[in-house]
């Protein structure tokens, strides 16, 4: 199998070739371009396989303390423009902590283990977590519906554009679209 890196030199090489035969350029430009142009796409190819070896890579523990950095700043900025009121407080941090993602590493279970189970016996399971998954949801849902009556018409705008997002997965820009996807247009 070829990798992304050979690929990338590959096809420099061959884009190389292809200007230098053209007689579009010079003798001596080409040359240089041949010689620069894999040693750059090689320099390109690692610089954009990176970010994703490092993701994988970084330790549970770190990501799970990132994770929480982030929503912490989530929250901040969310509490921020909602402008809350000193009455409001106590519902908000009902809802903060009610809405907190369990502590410590999730359950885990290891798939050789999995594949030795019978299928009515790996369903079982799969049903239990789901189960588990709804009881978090509806949690949640309770906390926020509460938290949410709470506020002033003013502030359930904001927490709904605010907030709009906030269950969906994926990557995405400063302004919540998905990558590919146009960009929402500014409000004036």
């Known amino acids: 199998m070829i990798s992304l890196r050979q690929r990338i030199v590959w096809a420099s090489l061959l884009g190389s070739a292809a ?52 929503r912490a700043k ?18 908000w941090s009902t809802f903060t902590s009610a809405t907190q993602p369990p502590a410590g590493p999730r359950p885990h279970m290891d798939r050789a283990e999995f594949a030795k189970l019978t299928t009515p016996e790996r369903l079982e399971r799969m049903q239990a977590r789901q189960a588990e998954r709804s009881a978090m949801f509806a949690k949640r849902a309770e906390a926020t519906k509460t938290f949410y009556a709470a506020l002033t018409p003013e502030q359930q705008k904001a927490f709904d554009a605010e907030t709009a997002h906030f269950g969906h997965r994926g990557h995405r820009g400063h302004d919540g679209a998905k990558h590919g996807a146009p960009a929402a247009p500014a409000k004036s």
């Open 19 to 70: 200007l230098a035969s053209s007689g579009a350029f010079a003798q001596a430009p080409a040359a240089a371009l041949s010689a620069a142009a894999p040693t750059a796409a090689v320099a390109q190819a690692d610089n954009a396989a990176a970010p994703k070896a490092q993701h994988k890579r970084m330790d549970p523990a770190q990501r799970m303390e990132r994770m929480k950095e982030h």
């Open 74 to 91: 989530r929250l901040a900025a969310l509490k921020e423009k909602l402008k809350l009121t000193s009455a409001q407080e106590g519902a």
